[in-house]
């Protein structure tokens, strides 16, 4: 197992599909986390100044709104190891490599095997890049008080991380089981950017069932770290209120706002951070147990 492993690291690294993906998603991690950032801090700026929100003593300075930021840049960036991942056994399906392979692995199952754990790394590695940059970004463009704690920066990354992970196998699932690297990709861009969020907040605005948007695949995975920052800020507020010597009768009104904040950072109807690892989890399974499957069954002659 582990020379095939080595076998799959040396075919991604003699190519240059993995630099190709990287350089676009740093510079889109940075400059998306940078921009939410800068807006956050804008908004927030602007609330504080204003006389009304003043008078109810609501400190806006206080609260890290920059956890939209980090959770904006990272789902944006989830969509270069998705394609990464699109593009693993696809290509080499496209390329007829897929063959040579098979018959020099032990059995078709060790050959999934190893692309499946070569790929989780890769995963790893995409998260944790993307986590840096959009620490970079956030921390370039948001008021220092704004800034979460360390604390909450780690569990907001944590998810990212995780998130990407999932993407790189839901998109190594999706290649393998359509064996095309054009279908495959451009099924999943428009999916992830166009069809996944325009539908959730339709879903989420229009219905009598907003969580229906949770279970699908873009809003379980959004909800990894958009539940995380609702989660978080609504915490830091209910916090802040009772020190203050404020009493919370209305739990309502906080889970109105933790629903706000999910809009806000992108994932409409998702539920908590570990429903939706779980739902986002059973998507991936899915997709990529399929995937594996057709190739495990796959005439590669």
């Given at each position: 197992?582990?020379?095939?492993?080595?076998?799959?690291?040396?075919?991604?690294?003699?190519?240059?599909?993995?630099?190709?993906?990287?350089?676009?998603?740093?510079?889109?991690?940075?400059?998306?986390a940078f921009g939410w950032a800068a807006l956050a801090t804008s908004v927030a700026d602007r609330l504080n100044d204003n006389e009304l929100i003043r008078d109810f003593d609501v400190p806006i300075d206080q609260i890290s709104w920059s956890v939209l930021a980090l959770t904006r840049g990272v789902n944006m960036a989830t969509i270069f190891p998705?394609?990464?991942?699109?593009?693993?056994?696809?290509?080499?399906?496209?390329?007829?490599t897929i063959t040579t392979t098979f018959l020099t692995g032990a059995t078709r199952g060790a050959v999934l095997t190893a692309k499946a754990v070569t790929y989780v790394i890769w995963g790893l590695i995409y998260g944790v890049v993307i986590s840096l940059l959009v620490s970079?970004?956030?921390?370039?463009?948001?008021?220092?008080?704004?800034?979460?704690?360390?604390?909450?920066?780690?569990?907001?990354?944590?998810a990212g991380i995780l998130s990407c992970v999932l993407w790189t196998l839901v998109g190594l699932g999706v290649g393998a089981l359509m064996g095309s690297t054009t279908g495959a990709v451009v099924l999943l861009l428009v999916y992830a950017l166009i069809i996944?969020?325009?539908?959730?907040?339709?879903?989420?605005?229009?219905?009598?069932?907003?969580?229906?948007?949770?279970?699908l695949p873009n809003g379980s995975?959004?909800?990894?770290?958009?539940?995380?920052?609702?989660?978080?800020?609504?915490?830091?507020?209910?916090?802040?209120?009772?020190?203050?010597g404020g009493?919370?009768?209305?739990?309502?009104?906080?889970?109105?706002?933790?629903?706000?904040?999910?809009?806000?950072?992108?994932?409409?109807?998702a539920f908590s951070l570990?429903?939706?690892?779980?739902?986002?989890?059973?998507?991936?399974?899915?997709?990529?147990g399929l995937g594996l499957w057709r190739n495990a069954k796959r005439d590669i002659t």
């Open positions: 197992m582990g020379e095939l492993i080595t076998a799959e690291f040396r075919k991604i690294l003699t190519t240059k599909l993995w630099w190709a993906l990287m350089i676009p998603a740093l510079v889109v991690s940075f400059a998306d998705m394609v990464f991942g699109a593009l693993g056994i696809a290509s080499e399906l496209r390329n007829r970079a970004g956030v921390s370039a463009g948001s008021s220092s008080n704004y800034l979460p704690d360390g604390e909450q920066w780690f569990l907001i990354l944590l996944g969020p325009f539908g959730e907040v339709v879903i989420a605005g229009v219905t009598n069932a907003p969580h229906l948007a949770g279970i995975a959004n909800g990894l770290t958009g539940s995380t920052a609702a989660s978080l800020l609504s915490d830091q507020i209910k916090t802040m209120v009772l020190d203050r009493v919370i009768r209305d739990q309502d009104a906080i889970n109105n706002l933790e629903e706000g904040v999910r809009v806000v950072a992108g994932a409409p109807g570990w429903i939706s690892g779980l739902i986002f989890l059973g998507w991936t399974a899915l997709l990529f």
